[in-house]
T-cell receptor
Framework: DAGITQSPRHKVTETGTPVTLRCHQTENHRYMYWYRQDPGHGLRLIHYSYGVKDTDKGEVSDGYSVSRSKTEDFLLTLESATSSQTSVYFC?????????????FGAGTRLSVL | AQKITQTQPGMFVQEKEAVTLDCTYDTSDQSYGLFWYKQPSSGEMIFLIYQGSYDEQNATEGRYSLNFQKARKSANLVISASQLGDSAMYFCAMREGLMIYNQGGKLIFGQGTELSVKP
């Protein structure tokens, strides 16, 4: 298994509170991604990082920010959580250097915003 | 815009039989990659198989094979000799374009097909 740890694994929070999800990898991969999974939508990309301090927006980035100060850590922050951000969040990592560039996923974080 | 379509929300297959999960894609790019992931009830996403747009042969990984029909823009997953442990959600995904430094190889996912294997 790829060395990817997401924390926390489960979180319940209230509307309007800030929330930070952490993704930690031990593979030294350059690329890291945050996706959310909702019923009927598959996985959708929120933000991704292609290096330390290099990040960009994905398909559903509104209401989210990210930071990557070290290769191994990629943080996803909900500045003021809303009920629409109730979802399962997945972190993924990949390393370029081949056509495949397979993304490997963490176990996911289930977030409920009440 | 790139898009992945999985038209089968749910499928049943008898144990030991083969099953095909459909995936069609839309892209205007000549270079792209197609992926299949498995998500069991425990929730993790497991990579199964990859097909590059320039690969001339269909990809195979053990009991998994990818029926790649480029002209029809389809990338169906074939599971041979189904096992009870194959019961899961299956996602088709596409990476469009080349791996350029800041492009990151973003994936677009389909909505998934839930496969149930009957004993």
């Amino acid at each position: 298994d790829a060395g990817i740890t997401q924390s926390p694994r489960h979180k319940v929070t209230e509307t309007g509170t800030p929330v930070t999800l952490r993704c930690h990898q031990t593979e030294n991969h350059r690329y890291m991604y945050w996706y959310r999974q909702d019923p009927g939508h598959g996985l959708r990309l929120i933000h991704y990082s292609y290096g330390v301090k290099d990040t960009d927006k994905g398909e559903v980035s509104d209401g989210y920010s990210v930071s990557r100060s070290k290769t191994e850590d990629f943080l996803l922050t909900l500045e003021s959580a809303t009920s629409s951000q109730t979802s399962v969040y997945f972190c993924a990592i990949s390393e370029p250097g081949g056509a495949k560039n397979i993304q490997y996923f963490g176990a996911g974080t289930r977030l409920s915003v009440l | 815009a790139q898009k992945i379509t999985q038209t089968q929300p749910g499928m049943f297959v008898q144990e030991k039989e083969a099953v095909t999960l459909d995936c069609t894609y839309d892209t205007s790019d000549q270079s792209y990659g197609l992926f299949w992931y498995k998500q069991p009830s425990s929730g993790e996403m497991i990579f199964l198989i990859y097909q590059g747009s320039y690969d001339e042969q269909n990809a195979t990984e053990g009991r998994y094979s990818l029926n790649f029909q480029k002209a029809r823009k389809s990338a169906n997953l074939v599971i041979s000799a189904s096992q009870l442990g194959d019961s899961a959600m299956y996602f088709c995904a596409m990476r469009e374009g080349l791996m350029i430094y800041n492009q990151g190889g973003k994936l677009i996912f389909g909505q998934g097909t839930e496969l149930s294997v009957k004993p």
